[in-house]
């Protein structure tokens, strides 16, 4: 194949690239009644705008051309058929077959995963209902009415940000509260508030050896024991989402409480999995599930939808016109909607941690860009922060606006409020105000010529800043599913056209051998030779003042 930047489709969307980028959005608005009836998708309970984006048709076409060029339905098809396509660590890519709602087998290594994952779904619905029915009783025979949900990374972020997300579904039966900052302070604060004698502690690692996770957990046992509890009494207040059974059994977790993982399921993609016990106990079972067939129906709408009509595919595209074509270097997410506030945060690591990456899938050098930095906040905080750069700063900073119509309790004079915000921050960075407008506005206003003119300067804003909106019913478990699912698939696409192995992150791993290595250091169990003179340093200040006084 030839080579990503030499390719046919390569070389025509730079030549488009020159062309557009002499032109307005607003002029072609101005020209074309159609425009955004004609860049609009619906699918999914998803609605997406498009129109307000630095392409033409033939601009599209192109970035289309690209995508088939590439192999992204090739690559989609191998992925959904279980074949090997993480290849530094020889794995199949499944979080889709967490949630397959179609009745059909997913082969890995000659046997259908698809018993074990429905026989995993069943285990989460009935160990739900035993806690929420207070059937689970702690030892001394209290009903379980605190969730203290420990992990890191994906085992903690996709069960937080969804729950914190559907809010309006938490059940009243228990409350769940999420740790994974190894700082003392977190776990400490969480435990203090805490009846151990009626709060269940959920411990989430694939490994069960996890740096942050297993001295959390250990903190929680020590914590429980101190409080009157026994080595026995774990099995009723313990239990683990992890592969190493041997390792949970001897930390005292009943193996009947110990959930399965598989190493086909990535940890930034496993709130489908049982990583999303936590997500079941805080919103029930049905919720849970629901999320899955959101996303199932996401994974069908990937399959099927001709690119012209395919969410995620039309989103990843825009995002390789910007970051490759416009020298974007970041993606600002924007929902306008309290409760969906943690979503920047969840693509963020979706995104940086699967594309930020140096070598092709070949291990070749990369000589064009990658992965962007995501980043972004809720609502209307962010016009009074940060929009400002958006706005007048150099350079292109891509925006997804997201918004549900419908929110619970609403309040037609706020939400109201909150969609003017929205839509009108998205019209004004595409048409921004020119220098003669704003010449205009101060007229009248007791200036002098020279003053009106620098007034007038600052006040103008190019425009011509690119973003997508997307609007949805209500923000409901099934349509969160979807959300994400097509997120996955977006940056998904991205890689393939990369040409990146989406599914390694070997520069997280770095950090976790060389943090346990210094950690060893500052115990005391490992040569100073071990570091670099300036770690070295750190590592003696440290002991120094943490010293016996």
Sequence with gaps: MTTLTESAQWQTLESLAQLVEKEHMRDWFASDANRAADMNVEACGLFLDFSKNRVTK???????????????????????NGD????????AVLHTALRNFSGQPVIVDGEDVMPEVLATLD????????????????????????????GIGGSFLGPKIMTEALKPYQQDAVKVHFVANVDGCHITDVLS??????????????????????????????????????????????VAVS?????????????????????????????????????????????????????????EHFKTAPNEQNLPVILAM????????????????????HYLRGLPAYVQQLDMESNGKLVTQDGDAIGYETGPIIWGSEGTNGQHSF?????????VIPADFLMPL???????????????????????????????????????????EAERKRLAQHKTMPGNKPSNTILFEKLDPFTLGALVAMYEHKVFVQGVIWQLNSFDQWGVELGKVLGNQVLAGIQGNTEAETFDSSTQNLINRFKQTNAPK
């Design 406 to 448: 419908n929110v619970p309790n609403q309040d037609d004079t706020h939400h109201a409020m909150l969609a003017s915000n929205c839509f009108g921050q998205a019209q004004a960075l595409m048409q921004g105000k020119t220098f003669a407008d704003c010449y205009a506005d101060l007229a009248d206003k007791g200036l002098d």
């Design 243 to 299: 592969s190493n059974v041997k390792a949970a059994t001897e930390f005292g977790i009943a193996e009947e409480n110990i959930f399965p993982m598989w190493d086909w399921v990535g940890g930034r993609y496993s709130l489908w999995s049982a990583i999303g016990l936590p997500i079941s106990l805080c919103l029930g079972f049905a919720n849970f599930k629901g999320l899955l067939e959101g996303a199932f129906a996401m994974d």
């Design 318 to 337: 825009l995002g390789i016109w910007y970051r490759n074509f416009f020298g974007a270097q970041s993606h600002v997410m924007l929902p306008y909607y």
């Design 58 to 80: 033939d601009v599209l076409k192109a970035l289309f051309d690209l995508a088939d060029a590439r192999g992204v339905a090739q690559h989609r098809d191998a992925m959904f």
């Design 193 to 238: 508030a805490m009846d151990h004698e009626d709060t269940l502690i959920v411990m989430s690692s694939k490994s069960f050896s996890t740096q942050e996770t297993l001295q959390n957990t250990l903190t929680a046992k020590d914590w429980f024991l101190k409080q009157g509890g026994t080595q026995e009494d774990i099995a009723r207040h313990f």
């Design 84 to 91: 090997i396509i993480n290849n530094t660590e020889g794995r």
């Design 387 to 395: 929009h400002q750069l958006i706005h007048q700063g150099h350079g």
């Design 123 to 150: 285990k989460i619905e009935a160990f739900t209902h035993s806690v929420h029915s207070g059937e689970h009783k702690g030892y001394t025979g209290k009903a379980i009415k605190h969730i203290v949900a420990i």
